[in-house]
């Protein structure tokens, strides 16, 4: 349990109040060794365990945090950190580096660094601004290593082990390194400035063959998963790139966790659309998420006439055009699926269905982002007014105002926004 200390409480006064809250745990104790089954963590003492020390805490989501102290000199002291979202990357820069000192907060020298950039970056008054530049490394092809221990994580290469010999194909349990393509909306800056913005372009899946150091994989040992063609380094992502976001990751679990929220959070409710019954297989999906693996490869056993009935209102939902796209199905299935075909296997429709789900709350987020966007671009135009704002965003001024008027941001202005405001706007 974690406890903030509200405002106009003295520290000694907390403690007393904590102490009381673990004593009444004491009579739980199963245990031998009497006392309450909450123990004060090492982390509230001082590193000499003498005596406490005020402890305080980042906290990104329920499993993205850092507590950390701050010495007189401004220095901040990392106790213990959470390496949620991070331990799929390989390390940039190793533990044998000669400028990291010894670390104790239960993470890897460079995962305790990200958490020191952010913390700097939220006490130097900047919190979504954080700078990713206190290591070359970072600059360098973000790598993960990716190891085809079950069918799901091999299934991405079914493409490229298509009529190939056995022994030149990627196999079970065989070691690879994956990399992060970059988002499409960054593509269109490459050249320093917007271009076109495709959404159909393909999507960048790229591997290699395994290397002890990923810092020295070879250009041409990185190829396209389905195609097995080369992809060139421009394509893909830098750690600097992967990490830039990891700060801003939202807490969908409650109100007021938004990727951009700040403060107190506000218990969620949930209610259940429709149940469906599904295999021990979803212990899998953080790896489906991670790697690219088809989470439709969990054993569905079947859904309730009243579910189906559920899930069908959820589908009819979005576009079949767009549904068609996302769920990877033909047009005469979706047929299938709208008309109430009871034929229509649980496996598929579940995905359809969730697919469903997803595409709506993809709409709700871009129009949340588009919200957030214009009221930002009205706050900045009050500030630095609109022809100014329009000049910085390479836009027309006539345009930018009818857009701010009627809260619909064309695509160029979004995009244009988002790079700049999540970027170097000044």
């Known amino acids: ?12 006064d907390l403690m007393r109040r904590v102490d009381g809250v673990r004593d009444w745990f004491t009579p739980l104790n199963p245990y031998e060794e009497k ?33 950390f102290n701050r010495r007189a000199g401004g220095e901040i002291v990392i106790r213990k950190a959470s390496a949620h979202g991070l331990g799929h990357l390989s390390a ?34 900047h ?3 954080v700078h990713w530049d206190w290591h070359p490394d970072l600059q360098t092809i973000a790598t993960s290593q ?10 991405p ?25 970059k988002r499409r909306e960054d593509m269109v800056w490459e050249d320093d400035g917007p271009g076109a913005f495709d959404p159909r372009a393909p999507e960048v899946k790229a591997a290699s063959p395994y ?57 969620r409710h949930v209610f259940a659309r429709t149940v469906v019954n599904i295999g021990k297989e979803a212990d899998a999906f953080e790896d489906a998420e991670a790697f690219g693996a088809d989470e439709d490869d969990v054993t569905v056993y079947g859904v309730s006439l009243p579910d189906r009935a559920a899930m069908l209102t959820e589908i009819r939902a979005v576009s079949v055009r767009d549904l068609k796209g996302a769920a990877d199905v033909g047009h005469a299935m979706i047929g299938r699926v709208l008309s109430g075909d009871p034929s229509v296997a649980p496996r598929t429709l579940n995905r359809i269905y969730r697919t469903a789900l997803e595409l709506q709350v993809e709409l709700e987020a871009a129009r949340e982002r588009e919200r957030e966007l214009c009221e930002w671009l009205r706050a900045t135009a009050a500030v630095i007014g609109l022809p100014t704002l329009a000049n910085k965003l ?20 979004a995009l244009t926004t988002t790079h700049l405001r999540d970027g170097s706007f000044d």
Not at 217 to 228: K, L
Not at 243 to 253: D, G
Not at 398 to 405: D, E, H, Q
């Open 35 to 67: 006392g309450s089954i909450l123990e004060l963590e090492k982390q509230n003492l001082r590193e000499d365990r003498k005596a406490l020390e005020p402890l305080f805490c980042f906290a990104v989501s329920a499993k993205r945090y850092a507590l």
């Open 157 to 181: 290469f079914r493409h490229l082990n298509a009529d190939k010999p056995y022994v030149e194909q990627v196999r079970p349990f065989g070691f690879m390194l994956w990399f992060h393509a």
């Open 211 to 267: 290397y002890h150091d990923p810092r020295k994989v070879p250009p041409e040992a990185i190829f396209h998963r389905d195609t097995g063609e080369a992809v060139p380094a421009s394509a893909l992502r830098s750690y600097a790139d992967v990490l830039r976001n990891y700060h801003r990751s939202p807490e969908s679990k409650f109100i007021g966790g938004g990727a951009h929220d700040i403060g107190k959070l506000q218990r």
């Open 127 to 129: 919190p979504r601004a």
């Open 1 to 12: 349990m974690a406890f903030a200390m509200p405002e106009g409480i003295e520290p000694d």
């Open 92 to 125: 940039p820069y190793g533990e044998d580096d000669p400028d990291a000192p010894p670390r104790a907060s239960g993470v890897r020298p460079w995962q305790e660094d990200v958490w020191r950039a952010i913390i700097t970056a939220a006490l130097e008054g």
């Open 394 to 413: 390479g836009v027309d001024r006539s345009n930018l105002g009818k857009a701010l008027a009627n809260g619909r941001l064309s695509k160029a202005i």
């Open 146 to 155: 990716h190891t085809a221990s079950t069918p799901e994580l091999l299934r």
